[in-house]
């Protein structure tokens, strides 16, 4: 019989030990608050350099960040319409899909991820 892995973070690898702090309770707030503020700073930063725009638009304060938040909106939007163009039920391949058909238990060879 298998044994079930121990979920013990002192066995994970360096980087999985450094990122464990991303599951404690309020780690999204954290994230989501300095996003918000690295957007700040670079908003901020952009009135330290001169600009040469290729564009008369481009040399708009903020111009790239307004236009790449109204871009990315509109992605999701043409997804969102696509999807209603080319979703299928969940059923559409019926008797023919491979993950339906039927297999003998005392046929089958489980293992767990730890098997060797």
């Given amino acids: 019989m298998a044994q079930k892995p121990k979920d ?3 066995t994970y690898p360096a980087l999985g030990r450094m990122m464990t702090w991303v599951d404690k309770k309020g780690s999204d707030k954290k994230i989501v608050r300095a996003l918000i503020v690295a957007c700040i700073i670079v908003f901020l930063l952009e ?3 001169e600009k040469h725009p290729h564009f008369g638009v481009e040399g708009v304060t903020g111009f790239y960040a307004f236009y790449g938040f109204i871009m990315f909106t509109g992605l999701i939007y043409v997804a969102k319409g696509l999807r209603v163009l080319i979703k299928r039920p969940e059923d ?7 993950d339906t058909e039927e297999y003998p238990e005392d046929q089958l060879d489980k293992r767990e991820h730890n098997d060797v």
């Fill in 47 to 49: 009135f330290t350099y």
């Fill in 8 to 10: 013990d973070p002192a």
């Fill in 92 to 98: 559409y391949y019926g008797d023919k899909a491979v």
